[in-house]
């Protein structure tokens, strides 16, 4: 059913939105549009009858239909508003229980968060023509409906009521053009040429998102029981993360050679207390004070949760997970100083008043992590070899690895906010095949342990006699039998990873194609289509991550196959 409602109706995508017309997104479209219509249906009639009503009997011959639409766009706010809050939370019951993706929930808010703040300008500019039509009235007239909040009696408000009860009434225009305000600069934000290039300026704009729902609670107490939903669950999720967050792991990083690193820390076995997930794909969010105070990364962990907690001793608290990255900037980049760390963490020095170096330091976060390694080998001044074989792997042939000389290694600090699992059940397929470029091989890496524990449990159930074997070697794990994995990388930062058991795990394949320099791309309709014809019957699934464009092609590549399914690990909305 799921594979059925994301099967795209037509191929063109919707004209600025940059989407493509799903069913499900249809039903979506069409549950919302049927919301909206219940909501006017029930509320315009009862919201005109009242104004009409109140400013015929006044003596207002005009101008309650505009109120009664300044109400109804303000319901429609209310229940847009619960919409947009509703999908943002990490640990997300709703995208757990639905197996929706982060682009899926970053996409719902997003058309969410648009048609607010269209239905906030509709709101705002229907009651700036009311005031229009209430100067036009004389003294007497502007009496019977108040301007500052026309929802009661002038003897309820300022200023025919004097007390803090009456003024506090009053304060509703001035509430909700704060909070108008508020919403301009998240708008703004979110255009992509600001949000791509200021990212945490548009992260950090969204953290006065939260005086922003105060105040429109404020504004209008309805709000309160449509946003209710979205605010106990992002109240629940942010308590969770800063539990998380709460304790410092102490791991180390260690260079694997040009440009690339690794980092190895303990997960605390309680993270997995009660979860069933599986899936070998999961990310975690890594804080690293002396990097920044503020900011929290996303990165996909190499190792397969799933079978390093079953393979650790019970009487052990925590097992090792790994994290893959590489440095976004120029090798050369130093890491911060110590009095420059301290001096950003004391005042929090905003980004556009930081120095030019500063500016470069902010966004390259990676950079000063690797720093740290980076400054440590200075100090060793030893001749390490940072030369890498870069001839291909495409069989299971194994290599012997050159000999050189020990990378550094540091200790360091870090605070884990995850896991968070992404939907992907390979062991129901035959055949697995990974297309990967540049960093976007630390999926790749955790599919293959992941496989490599499944040829493990297969071995170890062939030698088990008939009805000893556990569930955990059920005949569908043994389905799969094939894992090939193509990693797309430039040759001047390619190095032979090693993290892949290719000798002794038979049916696991890489393939390492080289770009840069005039080497062509790596083909992914015909790289699909070769081990396609290997196993034509068979299942496949699809693992796509990388650069957007290399996305792009690698779902177009999948969509030209028969009988594949793909997962794509896309953040862009």
Not at 44 to 49: G, K
Not at 126 to 138: D, K, M, T
Not at 156 to 169: A, M, V, Y
Not at 202 to 215: A, E, K, L, P, Q
């Amino acid at each position: 059913m799921q594979k059925i409602l994301a099967r795209p109706l037509a191929e063109r995508k919707i004209p600025v939105i940059g989407k493509q017309l799903t069913p499900s997104g249809a039903l979506m479209f069409l549950w919302v549009i049927a919301l909206y219509g219940v909501v006017v249906g029930v509320w315009w009639i009862r919201l005109r009858d009242y104004f009409v009503g109140r400013a015929t009997t006044g003596g207002i011959s005009h101008g309650g239909n505009r109120l009664a639409a300044v109400a109804l766009t303000g319901h429609l706010c209310d229940i847009t508003m619960g919409m947009t809050i509703l999908p943002i939370s990490r640990h997300s019951a709703l995208a757990s229980f639905f197996k929706l993706s982060v682009a899926t929930t970053l996409t719902n808010h997003m058309f969410a968060a648009y048609t607010l703040f269209i239905l906030v300008l509709c709101h705002g500019l229907l009651y700036v023509s009311w005031v229009a039509v209430y100067n036009s009235l004389s003294d007497q007239l502007r009496m019977v409906i108040p301007v500052l909040n026309p929802t009661y009696l002038y003897h309820e408000t300022w200023p025919g009521n004097t007390t803090s009860l009456g003024i506090w009434r009053a304060s509703l225009i001035f509430t909700g053009l704060v909070a108008v305000i508020i919403m301009s600069a998240i708008f703004i934000t979110t255009l992509p040429p600001i949000r791509k290039k200021h990212f945490n300026l548009f992260y950090f704009t969204h953290v006065f998102s939260i005086v922003m729902v105060v105040i429109i609670c404020l504004h209008a107490s309805t709000m309160f029981y449509c946003t209710a939903p979205g605010l106990a669950m992002w109240l629940l999720d942010w308590g969770m993360r800063l539990y998380e967050l709460r304790r410092p792991l102490h791991g180390e990083i260690s260079t694997l050679g040009n440009g690339w690193y690794c980092v190895t820390m303990p997960l605390p076995r309680a993270r997995l207390k009660g979860c069933a997930c599986r899936s070998p794909l999961a990310h975690f969010y890594i804080h690293h004070s002396g990097s920044s105070i503020r900011e929290l990364h996303p990165f996909t962990t190499i190792s397969h949760l799933a079978s390093r907690n079953s393979t650790t001793p019970i009487s052990e608290d925590d097992f090792p997970i790994q994290f893959l990255f590489r440095k976004r900037g120029e090798p050369s980049a130093a890491p911060m100083s110590g009095k420059e760390t301290r001096l950003n963490r004391c005042l929090a020095i905003p980004r556009l008043f930081r120095t030019k170096k500063q500016r470069i330091q902010s966004t390259q976060w990676t950079d000063r992590l690797a720093g740290l390694v980076d400054e440590r080998q200075r100090q060793l001044k030893g001749p390490y070899d940072n030369t890498v074989d870069l001839t291909p792997v495409r069989t299971s042939t194994p290599r012997s690895p050159s000999p050189r000389r020990p990378f550094p290694i540091i200790n360091v600090s870090l605070r884990l906010e995850g896991p968070y699992f992404s939907p992907a059940d390979p062991s129901r397929y035959n055949t697995v095949v990974c297309l990967v470029a540049g960093t976007g091989i630390s999926g790749a890496i955790a599919i293959a342990s992941s496989f490599v524990e499944a040829q493990r449990s297969r071995s170890e159930n062939d030698c088990c006699p008939p009805g000893t074997c556990g569930p955990s070697t059920a005949p569908s794990t043994f389905r799969w039998r094939n894992c090939v994995i193509v990693w797309s990388v430039k040759a001047a930062d390619a190095i032979p990873l090693p993290f892949f058991d290719v000798a002794r795990t038979p049916g696991l394949e890489v393939q390492t194609h080289l770009t840069g320099d005039g080497r062509k791309r790596v083909n992914t309709e015909e790289t699909l289509a070769e081990v396609r014809k290997r196993d034509p019957g068979g299942r496949m699934w699809v693992y796509i991550s990388g650069p957007n464009a290399f996305i792009e092609g690698g779902t177009k590549a999948c969509k030209a196959q028969a009988g594949v399914d793909w997962y794509a690990a896309s953040w862009d909305i």
